[in-house]
């Protein structure tokens, strides 16, 4: 328990400079990259500070200039402030419509390009691949937990299909990514952290060009994704 409580005071003590500093300097200049550099940090930061070792492999297989969508495995709310920070160049990635309602942040995560999904409009879905498909277009890289939801027993779930549908449409490439070791140390219902160590494997990137529909590029991420929790 008291990593837990290390890691939440540490984002506790850092919220503040953010408002003081961070956002300040975000409306005025119109640019997210200082605070998005601010966040990254803070959530790489936190998780160490929680007694959490990070393991990265396959970053070298990555073209840093080359715009991706990041399709990763979820198995514990470890799992984005361990895998974001990682990612090469800024990431976009989907969040609940609800949060962007919150007075300032929600500004901040608009002109972050993050993307907000309605889960309980039966379109909700559509906007959220528009609104993805434009981040695309933009040069953001995508980072996508595929299953939709937090996996109870550190098994995969069945994919969502929207990642596939934007990849066929964009012609930009996917990388399966799998992480694991977050499942032990913070499994779903659970709010103390044990430390440990989390393994973050980037496979090689899939080009969408190279399949004939959506459930064929499906089914290939989806090894990849499970060859990872199998080793």
Request: proline fraction near 8%; charged fraction near 15%.
């Amino acid at each position: 328990m008291i990593h837990t409580l290390t890691m939440l005071a540490f984002w506790t003590l850092v919220l503040p400079f953010a408002a003081i500093v961070g956002f300040p300097w975000t409306f005025i200049s119109g640019r997210i990259d200082f605070l998005y550099w601010m966040s990254m940090r803070a959530a790489w930061t936190g998780v160490r500070l929680a007694g959490v070792k990070v393991n990265a492999i396959g970053l070298d297989r990555l073209d840093p200039l080359q715009t991706y969508i990041f399709v990763s495995n979820h198995a514990s709310n470890l799992d984005p402030p361990i895998l974001l920070p990682l990612i090469p160049r800024r990431t976009s990635v989907l969040l609940k419509k609800e949060l962007f309602r919150i007075p300032v942040l929600g500004y901040a995560m608009r002109l972050g390009s993050l993307v907000p999904v309605d889960r309980a409009r039966r379109d909700g879905g559509v906007n959220s691949l528009r609104a993805a498909s434009e981040v695309l277009a933009r040069g953001l890289n995508l980072t996508i937990f595929v299953e939709g939801t937090r996996s109870p027993d550190g098994h995969l779930l069945p994919f969502k299909k929207g990642p596939f549908y934007l990849a066929l449409e964009s012609g930009i490439p996917i990388v399966p990514v799998t992480i694991t070791g977050t499942y032990e140390m913070m499994p779903k219902g659970r709010f103390s952290i044990r430390p440990g160590t989390a393994t973050v494997t980037f496979h090689s990137p899939i080009d969408p060009h190279g399949f004939a529909d959506r459930q064929h590029l499906l089914a290939a991420v989806r090894e990849q994704i499970a060859s990872g929790l199998t080793n």
